[in-house]
């Protein structure tokens, strides 16, 4: 961004300036339809008089995770943006526009938006809409909310990813709250990835699974930002205090042990101890059946909805505890 936030309380995104205390809403336009149709992407500013945080709320990067576009379209219709106490939140319901038309992850070529930054403006599209969110929005703010939902068959239960070795991270991850929260290392081309080597703080809230509004999802979304921005001094409004909330210190995959139908008898959300029975996958003619074990003791962070496995497919995410 050339003209830079010229001081403690200036907002630009790209050149557009939202003052203290205005509240706005900005279409960013981003490309065409074959139709000539013009893509925009709609972004919400709201913004206190006080200086204070300023946080971006991420939905829909993933055009198909809509668990995220209805927690960011529940909190710009609440009242807690409308009169933070200090700092600036924008809000941006759905990024990949593209992706939310075609009920798509990804852009019409299929490639992820995701694992695009920081983009060129002479790109496709996935590379088009990186390089406005890099250029244009994430050097604007402090702090980031990206929302996701697990892709394919795959749910998880509600969770936050902050950065590993990123102390800030995990101590918004703190004041977030989430049922689950665990470190993860970005990857390469994500939004987490480059906004991190803009020193700015991003947690990866994951909840559900893409095509499918969860409303325990969509609430955790919305307790957890409103404790976050309780804990940044930013709203007065009471939260909601979280149920129980586990910290993980990592994660793996639990694999098919052979090929063949599969039955869960654990779900996301779940505790299990070490050699506790998860799941059987029996062959369709009972030649055979294998049970899948916990290796050891966690919560299960996510799991595959999937009926047919091949051996190695990934089965659970469990995480361990601290
Ligand atoms: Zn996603």
């Given at each position: 961004m050339e003209e830079g936030n010229l001081d403690?309380?200036?907002?630009?995104?790209?050149?557009?300036l939202v003052s203290p205390g205005e509240s706005a809403v900005w279409e960013l336009k981003i490309a065409r339809l074959p139709s000539g149709t013009r893509i925009k992407?709609?972004?919400?500013?709201?913004?206190?008089?006080?200086?204070?945080?300023?946080?971006?709320?991420?939905?829909g990067l993933h055009g198909d995770e809509t668990n995220g576009i209805e927690i960011v379209r529940r909190l710009i219709k609440s009242r807690y943006l409308s009169d933070l106490e200090c700092g600036s939140v924008v809000a941006v319901p759905i990024m990949n526009v593209f992706g939310f038309l075609n009920f798509s992850r990804s852009v019409p070529d299929g490639k992820d938006v995701n694992r695009s930054f920081p983009g060129r403006r002479s790109g496709s599209l996935a590379s088009l809409t990186a390089w406005n969110l890099a250029q244009k929005i994430i050097p604007a703010v402090d702090?980031?909310?990206?929302?996701?939902?697990?892709?394919?068959?795959?749910?998880?239960?509600?969770?936050v990813r902050f950065t590993t070795g990123d102390e800030k991270s995990k101590e918004l991850s703190h004041l977030f709250a989430a049922p689950l929260s665990l470190p993860s290392a970005p990857i390469k081309g994500s939004l987490r990835w480059y906004a991190g080597s803009l020193g700015k703080s991003v947690l990866v809230y994951e909840g559900g699974e893409s095509m499918r509004n969860?409303?325990?999802?969509?609430?955790?979304?919305?307790?957890?930002?409103?404790?976050?921005?309780s804990g940044l001094n930013m709203t007065m409004h009471p939260v909601t205090l979280p149920d129980k909330s586990y910290r993980l210190s990592g994660s793996s995959w639990i694999r098919a042990p052979k090929s063949g139908m599969f039955r869960p008898f654990k779900s996301s959300g779940d505790a299990v101890a070490a050699g506790e029975t998860m799941g059987i996958i029996n062959d369709p003619f009972n030649a055979y059946e294998a049970l899948v074990k916990a290796p050891k003791s966690g919560h299960i962070l996510g799991h595959n909805n999937i009926s047919l496995v091949h051996r190695g497919d990934a089965l659970f995410h469990l995480g361990i505890e601290e």
């Open positions: 403690e309380n200036t907002l630009y995104l790209g050149d557009y992407m709609p972004i919400y500013v709201f913004r206190s008089h006080k200086p204070g945080p300023k946080i971006l709320l991420s939905g702090y980031i909310v990206d929302f996701h939902t697990g892709g394919a068959s795959r749910t998880n239960y509600p969770q969860d409303e325990h999802v969509i609430e955790e979304g919305i307790n957890g930002v409103l404790r976050l921005m």
